[in-house]
């Protein structure tokens, strides 16, 4: 506290002390409290570095990459192995767990121990390793990496602790699960086939034992040939040639006979009594030609042959098997053979691999299937087989969150706990019908609410313009609510002038979201530049859209030549600008237009959020407009505020007008901090200022309603005072600027256009002096990006450049802008430019070229300037004032911060009527880099919330009796504290620091470099532990933390080593210590950096094992079930044990025991420490056999009771009989 209060008295005698006389908005008068000073500011901050921890929560969607399936019949559970080497393991809602191997390496096949709590996957590097699924977070307990033989496909019987290996060779080795280790015993492939053999038999593609004897071993090698082994005598008992080849085998549970899938499209039955030929041959698909020959038909990659008690027709389930000509327009299909009956189940996607879930878990049993799991590329669906229509269950988990592409997110934690309840009411009209109506099959695990859980809501965006909202409470998903932002605009048609380009792109995608849990009112930005209000209500309404149309573009070749501003240095004469009409000749056929069309006619919308209003920008000179780069509303003010890199626009949404409408450069007033580089104005050009142009084609509404009641031509004095001239300026002017969002050709740029935080402009071709000007630049060149299909945040793959020392971490920034764009961009951090070399395509990924000559080009003179954020709320507009007022912080690309002071006012009536003043006062501050957010903070570090108004039914039933009046929450710096008097602390964080400021009197308490070699992509003020901080997340891959206000480094992790575009835009934290991002195009990774929430995680994850009891085995008679004999008994330790079949080759493969392995720990642990652990292991493995042989002891005791009860039966029945009688 000494060091925080000298650094503050070191600051103090930097900033004003006086009181100068109220802002705009604020009452006349002497002020009743003096302002704060830093002497006045003290605050105890409580948070340390022992309060945070990063920790990878749960992970949400459909897996990535999908490679193969199990599960556990018993347990229940389902696990789903994936390309990039995770593991997904599913139960019931609530039981979700995500594992990753850490090589990566790909899933190729995945075992359950059935009822063990145990699961063994094999992976594309050879590896098998064993996981623990005995504890919440599964671990791998053993690895054994096979060095010599590649593997193909493994096979683990049901309550064995042997695991069949096949290899690419042919061999097939045996593992035991319990040491992991290899057995002497080895089946090799020159002894499984005849000796007259030429050939060489493929690869393993298949592995089971009989059903009917357990020490027979069937093996399918890829070449049609199938062997049946058997174990004991280490001889061949049959071997069957078949001229296609296989991809799967399934047994009869009986073992009397297989059905086999080959790649021509046929089912082959065989019958181990014959096995010269198969009993039957059938084509599914396959017809007869009238020349006799067969269709042609695809490969069947997997077949199911299952019986049924209620039927004596067994079912007969496979993929694929198509003929080639009815495929060709069709999609995947699983078909369903049962009796005569053939069903073809079309799917979206191409199938990965299918399961047949039976009730029992032995393979000699009937088998009554009830249940086809099925994995596609991009979907999951259970099919019931138990009705005669074979419908699908509905799905519990969150798999459909890439069902459009993901375009942005955004997380609220903490919300009012009645919008869960009111948006999945909404929601739940929704769902489609059609599902099975039994219970989802995936039952397994155990969930329980935690204890510390809260509302939270996640909302996605996605490419077809749809806005899904999730119940995100107690790190579950669920799907609450679906909006779908197409509906406010007509379709487009093809040849229809813009609407022609964009037919079969993505015009309604979801750019951002700005949402009030409060107020519920919601707010979507799309790419065609367009902003969508919504109003939420609990009845349907037949509403009229209002549609309002801008002009805000600004042409950096308009910006006046350096002898003209010597005179004006900021602007240019308004005099010299004329209005341009909608359509004016000069103007492009596209002029004045926007990119989509409202509809006109009044819209039937159902409950739940509804459009209000359509705010567009318009095209000027044939370019679209500019994308959106910033966006905030504020119910208590009624004001909606967005910018791009031209300027900026204040919509009063209860009034429908445009309030303002100025460029970037006009917001400064006379104190731009910048020398701009300047260059002549282009002749034959003209460009609009002064009103802005505005179209209601949907409302009809008076000319004077629709402008803005404060739109007045911009003075000519430099100095601009909004007490005096309470009637601010909405300045226009026309820009040649491509659009940022929109990609370039395939050959120049692969991914995404849109920086994760600057949004620099691209330009044409630079123009030769001397030379004529000839016709305007075909939308196909490189200086004019056509419309492409918007890429999602969910397909960008582009790595972000991290360099370690600062000049190449500006570069690194710049030349991934310039990878991305295509772009010059101005960086004032080094006051030179930076130029993309067009043609050097093939160096354009990795290089650039920085020029710091005073003799630039014309390309690299643009000095676009986009609005990179915005806030509302109450705040001090000057240095002087006395009194909060509401405001508008604005922060720009170059790291400048502007404050807007708005008067509004205070009676309803009056503001629905009188006009709202808002202008520019001028520059707060300044910092390196973009900026990325605002926060506001008490005298005391409280955070203030932003004013809101209470949430009202804009449909409801009128009341006459109490008529309906807005109800504002507000949350003034004044209301929070009361012993430093008026004042409240601002929080400004960019991309390279982050700054504490003291308002009104602007004095900078503290000041942070966050990063020198890199730049922040995202930072929130969040609440956590009773406290506030700034969170950051890095381009470098750290998530940092800092105290407020202090600005108190806290926390600094590498949490990802690489971030790619897809990371970087769907990044965000929240309050509680939370936050998430897209880790994949399909899936929704949360983490937390909260210790708190660190130590309670084990408490909030759901249970994968839970103790049950094994089915017995059926057809077990008395005697057999007393004395446990069985004509098949078939003891594997004694053929597969060392005694038996000695030690397996070191070289062959290499034993790795895992963190958790009991090896690891005996080597691990040493002196007390090591004995004590080492005797609670004995202590707990002796109570495990005590408990075996008490279960057995139990058994035995039935047993003789029941034996006993026979036996006294019988003498009762023959007591009485003579010895002939018997």
């Not at 307990?141 to 042919?170: A, D, M």
């Not at 996640?458 to 107690?474: E, R, Y």
Request: neutral net charge; glycine residues 8%.
């Amino acid at each position: 506290m000494k060091k925080f209060r000298k650094v503050l008295d070191g600051l103090s005698s930097s900033s004003p002390g006086g009181v100068a006389s109220p802002s705009c908005g604020s009452a006349a008068g002497t002020p009743t409290a003096h302002a704060p000073t830093p002497q006045d500011i003290h605050v105890q901050e409580t948070l340390v570095s022992e309060n945070f921890q990063i920790c990878k929560t749960v992970r949400h969607g459909f897996p990535y990459q999908p490679t193969c399936l199990a599960f556990d019949p018993v347990q229940k559970i389902l696990a789903i192995g994936s390309r990039t080497g995770g593991i997904r393991i599913l139960g019931r809602p609530g039981v979700d767990c995500y594992s990753q191997h850490e090589s990566g390496a790909a899933v190729l096949q995945l075992q359950f121990l059935i009822n063990e709590g145990a699961l063994v996957t094999a992976c594309a590097d050879d590896t098998l390793h064993l996981w623990n699924l005995r504890q919440r977070r599964p671990a791998i307990l053993h690895s054994l990496k096979f060095n010599r033989e590649r593997i193909t496909f493994c096979h683990l019987p049901f309550q064995s602790k042997w695991l069949y290996v096949g290899t690419e060779r042919g061999n097939t080795h045996i593992v035991n699960i319990e040491s992991f280790v290899l057995s002497g015993y080895v089946i090799m492939w020159n002894k499984a086939i005849e000796l007259a053999t030429k050939a060489h038999p493929g690869p393993v593609v298949h592995l089971s034992d009989s059903p009917k004897d357990e020490g027979k071993l069937l093996i399918g090698f890829e070449s049609g040939t199938v062997v049946q082994w058997d174990l004991r005598a280490k001889k061949v008992d049959f071997r069957i040639y078949y001229d296609e080849a296989i991809h799967s085998v399934s047994w009869h549970h009986e073992g009397k006979q297989f059905m086999c899938s080959h790649s021509d499209g046929s089912l082959t039955m065989w019958n181990l009594r014959n096995t010269a030929r198969p009993i039957q041959i059938t084509y599914p698909h396959g017809k007869i030609l009238k020349d006799g020959r067969k269709e042609s038909c695809k490969p069947i990659l997997k077949v199911e042959y299952k019986t049924s008690r209620n039927s004596s027709e067994p079912y007969v389930i496979f993929s694929g098997g198509l003929s080639y000509d009815k495929s060709g327009g069709r999609r995947p299909t699983l078909t369903i053979m049962h009796g005569k009956a053939i069903t073809v189940l079309e799917m979206d996607h191409p199938i990965v691999e299918f399961l047949v879930l039976c009730d029992t878990p032995y393979s000699n049993e009937v088998q009554d299937p009830y249940a086809v799991v099925v994995l596609l590329e991009k979907d999951f669906i259970v099919v019931d087989l138990t009705q005669s229509n074979f419908p699908i269950f509905e799905n519990p988990y969150p798999m459909d969150i890439h069902e459009s592409p993901v375009t942005c997110t955004a997380y609220f934690a903490e919300c009012p706990p009645d919008i869960i309840p009111i948006l999945y009411s909404i929601g739940a009209k929704q769902k489609k019908t059609g599902y099975s109506h039994k219970e989802w099959p995936v039952s397994g695990g155990t969930w329980t609410l935690g204890s510390q859980t809260y509302p939270e809501i996640i909302v996605t965006g996605h490419a077809d313009g749809t806005v899904k909202f999730w119940d995100a409470s107690a790190i579950t998903l669920q799907m609450l609510y679906k909006l779908k932002t197409s509906k406010v605009f007509e379709k487009p048609k093809a040849g229809e002038g813009r609407a022609g380009e964009l037919v079969e792109e993505d015009p309604y995608a979801v750019q951002m979201v700005s949402w009030c849990p409060h107020s519920r009112l919601f707010c979507v930005v799309g790419i065609s530049a367009h902003v969508i209000l919504y109003r939420f209500s609990k009845h349907d309404a037949n509403t009229q859209i209002v549609s309002l149309e801008v002009r805000l573009q600004f042409d950096s070749e308009d910006v006046i030549s350096p002898s003209e501003a010597e005179n004006n240095p900021c602007f240019s004469d308004p005099s010299s600008h004329s209005p341009q009409p909608p359509g004016s000749p000069g103007s492009g056929t596209q002029d004045s237009l926007p990119c989509l069309k409202v509809k006109s006619r009044p819209v039937r919308m159902p409950p739940g959020y509804q459009a209000e209003m359509v705010v567009q920008l318009q095209w000027v000179d044939g370019e679209p407009p500019q994308q959106i780069t910033s966006l905030d509303i504020n119910s208590a003010y009624g004001l909606l505020a967005f910018g791009n890199c031209n300027g900026l626009t204040v919509v009063d949404f209860l009034q429908k007008t445009i309030l303002m409408c100025m460029g970037t450069l006009d917001l400064y007033g006379a104190a731009d901090p910048y020398q701009r580089l300047t260059r002549s104005p282009r002749k034959n050009r003209q460009s609009t200022s002064g009103l802005t142009e505005l179209s209601d084609n949907q409302v009809s509404m008076d000319m004077e309603r629709s402008k803005s009641p404060t739109s007045v031509p911009y003075p000519s004095s430099l100095h601009y005072d909004p007490r005096s001239m309470p009637e601010p300026v909405a300045s226009l002017r026309a820009s040649h600027c491509s659009p940022v969002f929109y990609l370039l050709d395939n050959d120049h740029v692969n991914g995404h256009c849109t920086s994760p935080t600057s949004q620099p402009c691209s330009v044409g071709k630079p123009r030769i002096t001397g030379v004529p000007e000839g016709p305007r630049l075909t939308r196909r060149g490189p200086g004019r990006p056509p419309f492409r299909k918007a890429q999602s945040a969910a397909c960008m793959e582009i790595s972000l450049p991290v360099s370690s020392h600062t000049e190449g971490g500006h570069a690194s920034r710049r030349a991934m802008l310039q990878q991305l764009h295509g772009v010059s961009m101005y960086s004032h951090d080094e006051h030179h430019t930076t130029s993309y070399n067009w043609s050097e395509r093939e160096s354009r990924e990795n290089s650039f070229s920085r020029s710091r000559s005073s003799s630039v080009s014309s390309i690299d003179r643009d000095t676009k300037e986009s609005v990179t954020t915005l806030q509302f709320g109450e705040s001090y507009g000057r240095k002087g004032d006395a009194l909060p007022t509401a405001c508008l912080w604005v922060g720009t690309s170059l790291g400048v911060v502007l404050l807007l002071p708005i008067s509004i006012p205070t009676e309803e009536e009056e503001r629905m009527e009188e006009p709202i003043t808002m202008g520019p006062s001028g520059t707060v501050l300044m910092l390196k880099g973009s900026v990325l957010r605002f926060a506001f903070l008490d005298c005391g570090g409280a955070l203030i919330q932003s004013p809101y108004e209470v949430w009202r039914d804009p449909n409801g039933p009128e009341d006459p009796d109490r008529p309906r009046r807005r109800k504002l929450i507000n949350f003034s710096p004044s209301s929070s504290q009361e012993a430093c008097g008026d004042g409240h602390l601002a929080v400004v964080c960019s991309e390279k620091q982050a700054k504490v400021i003291l308002m009104p009197t602007q004095a900078v308490l503290f000041t942070h470099n966050i990063t020198e070699s890199s730049f922040l992509l995202r930072a929130d003020v969040v609440s956590v532990c009773n406290s506030v901080c700034l969170a950051c997340f890095c381009a470098n891959g750290h998530i940092m933390t800092l105290s407020l206000p202090s600005l108190r480094p806290l926390m600094d992790i590498n949490y990802l080593p690489l971030t790619d575009l897809r990371i970087a835009r769907t990044f965000v934290f929240t309050n509680g210590g939370q936050a998430l991002y897209l880790s994949s195009p399909t899936e929704i990774q949360r983490l937390t950096y909260s210790q708190e929430m660190t130590d309670n995680l084990q408490d909030m994850l759901g249970e994968l094992f839970t103790p049950i009891e094994t089915p017995e085995a059926q057809n077990k008679g008395f005697l057999k079930g007393f004395f446990g004999g069985n004509a098949q008994t078939f003891d594997r330790e004694e053929l597969f044990g060392e005694a038996a079949a000695g030690k397996a080759s070191r070289s062959l493969a290499q034993h790795i025991p895992g963190p958790m392995g009991l090896e690891n720990m005996k080597a691990a642990a040493g002196g007390v420490v090591g004995d004590l652990a080492r005797a609670r292991i004995a202590l707990d493995q002796r109570g495990e056999r005590l408990g075996e042989l008490e279960e057995r002891t139990a058994l035995m005791m039935n047993s003789a009771e029941t034996f006993s009860t026979h036996a006294h039966q019988v003498m009762l029945k023959h007591k009485d009989k003579k010895w002939y009688q018997l």
